[in-house]
């Protein structure tokens, strides 16, 4: 299959190789514990034998593999300027436990793919691109994720180096340990990067809903987590009348159920969502009313502004729900609280153009879960191209997406990275 | 203190020995696991140090003690005609793991105070009067609860002696081991009792909030126990749409509430509660949309009609939480039910007699905990006496009476006994 670029680009470039492509995905997901598919979390022996296959695929490509001292894996292919700012491309390969086939992985075999279309189409590119698998995306056992992509970002500081995993080891220690150097942790920081764009399967359901392949990423959320405690008074299922209760679940039920509600009014402002996902109701007896009900939510915005406006509204939402009900309002503490990170405008454009020159449709959306590219977002212009999940299933077994819709992101990719290559660009913000 | 009682009774019955009656509470609640106040576990060495510490105090009363082979310990004061059916009150002496220092003992140190008042009133009884300390009343290491009362009543099968314990010791063991004989347990079986009178604390909070200082159990509530469980999607709480999910929870939470609102309509049918007590959120991930929700569900009412009615009420409202959250409704399932017992009308007319000979109000008012009264019901006429609990509380080491609130139930009981063995009797119902 060759693509027939617009006018404008007035060149042919074959789309990526599909039988390579699905051949990668199968040998690199087959890197899994077996009794829990599909697992292969960071720093363990698994993923070093994933990465193992990744460096020798890399080398295949012609690519020139080195490990960062944040740990990260990283594909070189020289361009015709070396002291050109890079383009760069990439994800992780490692999984949350129990997890899919294509979080990750998608991003570092596409982009493998999308370098080998790029070679075969024998242009010859003016700036170097490096093709990176981000050390640790997903929460690791150290409570840290996108370990590699903070190092590049130079936000890996000596609070998250000092944490302690299994067996006490440091983070690190578990850096050098797989091939890092953390006493030179600087050197990780990227000031040389023109523009960064991942690919990564949506994990939700809209593209499949819409029937629409390509994803453009208008933002990246940000993310806050609470926790909410109410408190009534535990009491014998039988002995206290209904009327002189303060049972804690009902609090807890009222307010999940308005927190719900109150995030219709922020629709408007983009992705917007809040989960109630952890209920803690005690004492939990058959037989005792609720005296305690402690909720975990989290809620994420692309917009930071309908972020604050919501939590000022959640706090009157949690303390009616306990007036409600004869019930105490005993915390209502922000845990974390990250801001929403814009991808960038020009870069999305030219994601939108490459989709158009292929023929495919596409959607601007924003992303709700985490991503490297939101730190790389710190030192340089960044992009994220999503393709569509199958029922947004992720992070679980049946996670799936279909092998011609990677293979179409991969061709978007390619093109847009050529299109970025032709662009000529001056060093990174960093 | 001497009690002149009413006109009718002409006859001057001494009150309880007050001083007496707040050491033996003393005594017998210091038997307890010592870091774990209040606990005397039915079965344990604890337990049988408490019957050891009873035995001693019904023989220095004068009563013969006896175990049945249900493992009830028995203390009976002959009265002028042995043949005559026995006059029972009592209740039991084991507690809830932390519990409090009167669930249980109440009922059996009022009682033997009654007795003690009773012979210093120096009339001599026509009936046997009979004390009974109920083998295990709250639910026990075997699953099962009102093993002794049980037993009296008949309804101790092989299935129950059955059921294995701690250590996989059988009920039946268990029951010999402390001194029953479970090979005859149909010699507990009791068809010679005229009528049985347990004194108890409320556990609730309306005598106390009335400012009333006895109550008048009319019946004792049926109990259903449910459970209920939603299944919705789990999905991610970043990339899930608001609008696309199928959060568990949600429905979970819709429930309950409407649960407890349609109570409301059941109020004046007499007690009626209803707990969601026991609460499972699945997975329960702070990023994950609930895709499960599990609850258990207690029922409690006066009226048999009243609960079934409620019942099918209650199929309805967990169906249209389900829909209304786009989720499934799974599992609707009856765990166990017991029909409601009403205590004998007589008996409480003599209960009510004897308050008001006293001087004390008194309140008709059901019960919604379980008691042994209920399985003596099954053998005889069978009614109760509640004595205030401090702000409802029980099952817990803050449970409180205050000593006059349980001396005046005690003069009320020691009454009550005279004024049935006034009365002539035939045996009882069995």
């Given at each position: 299959m060759n693509i027939v670029l617009s006018p404008e680009a007035s060149t042919v470039l074959p789309g990526v190789d599909r039988?390579?492509?699905?051949?990668?995905?199968?040998?690199?997901?087959?890197?899994?514990?077996?009794?829990?598919?599909?697992?292969?979390?960071?720093?363990?022996?698994?993923?070093?034998?994933?990465?193992?296959?990744?460096?020798?695929?890399?080398?295949e490509e012609g690519?020139?593999?080195?490990?960062?001292?944040?740990?990260?894996?990283?594909g070189r292919l020289e361009g015709a300027n070396?002291?050109?700012?890079?383009?760069?491309?990439?994800?992780?390969?490692?999984?949350?436990?129990?997890?899919?086939?294509f979080d990750g992985i998608a991003g570092i075999l596409c982009g493998l793919a999308a370098i080998r279309a790029l070679k075969a189409a024998g242009h010859g590119l003016h700036h170097p691109l490096e093709l990176v698998d981000f050390l640790a995306e997903e929460p690791s056992e150290w409570?840290?994720?996108?370990?590699?992509?903070?190092?590049?970002?130079?936000?890996?500081?000596?609070?998250?180096?000092?944490?302690?995993?299994?067996?006490?080891?440091?983070?690190?220690?578990?850096?050098?340990?797989?091939?890092?150097?953390?006493?030179?942790?600087?050197?990780?920081?990227?000031?040389?990067v023109a523009a960064f764009v991942e690919l990564h399967i949506e994990q939700g359901p809209v593209l499949e809903a819409r029937g629409v392949p390509v994803g453009i990423v208008s933002g990246i959320a940000g993310i806050c987590r609470l926790k909410v405690r109410f408190e009534g008074v535990p009491a014998h299922a039988g002995t206290a009348p209904m009327d002189m209760r303060?049972?804690?679940?009902?609090?807890a039920a009222r307010f999940a159920l308005g927190l719900r509600n109150a995030t219709r009014d922020q629709q408007a402002t983009g992705l917007f969502t809040a989960t109630a996902g952890v209920w803690q109701i005690e004492p939990g007896g058959a037989n005792v009313?609720?005296?305690?009900?402690?909720?975990?939510?989290?809620i994420r915005a692309e917009s930071d502004a309908a972020m604050t406006a919501y939590l000022t509204q959640l706090a009157v939402?949690?303390?009616?729900a306990a007036d409600a009900e004869s019930?105490?309002?005993?915390?209502?503490?922000?845990?974390?609280?990250?801001?929403?990170?814009?991808?960038?405008?020009?870069?999305?454009?030219?994601?939108?153009?490459?989709?158009?020159?292929?023929?495919?449709?596409?959607l601007p959306l924003a992303s709700g879960a985490g991503h490297d590219a939101a730190f790389l977002a710190r030192i340089t212009r960044s992009a994220m191209i999503f393709a569509p999940s199958h029922e947004g299933r992720s992070h679980c077994p049946e996670e799936w997406t279909e092998p011609e819709d990677l293979a179409r992101a991969a061709d978007v990719l390619a093109l847009t990275l050529m299109q970025l290559d032709r662009q000529r660009h001056d060093a990174g913000r960093g």
């Open positions: 039988q390579q492509l699905a051949a990668d995905f199968e040998a690199l997901a087959a890197i899994t514990e077996p009794h829990k598919p599909w697992t292969r979390r960071s720093f363990s022996p698994l993923f070093l034998e994933g990465r193992e296959f990744l460096k020798a695929r890399f080398a690519l020139t593999v080195r490990l960062d001292t944040a740990g990260n894996l990283i070396p002291a050109a700012p890079v383009i760069m491309t990439g994800s992780h390969s490692d999984t949350v436990p129990g997890g899919g086939r409570g840290l994720s996108c370990i590699g992509s903070r190092g590049m970002a130079g936000a890996l500081g000596d609070g998250e180096l000092a944490l302690a995993g299994p067996g006490g080891e440091t983070l690190a220690h578990a850096i050098t340990r797989i091939g890092g150097d953390s006493a030179q942790i600087a050197a990780a920081r990227r000031s040389d303060a049972d804690a679940s009902l609090a009313v609720p005296g305690a009900a402690e909720i975990t939510v989290d939402l949690a303390q009616s019930c105490r309002l005993t915390r209502l503490q922000q845990l974390s609280r990250t801001r929403a990170t814009p991808c960038d405008p020009a870069l999305q454009a030219v994601i939108a153009e490459a989709a158009r020159a292929l023929g495919h449709a596409s």
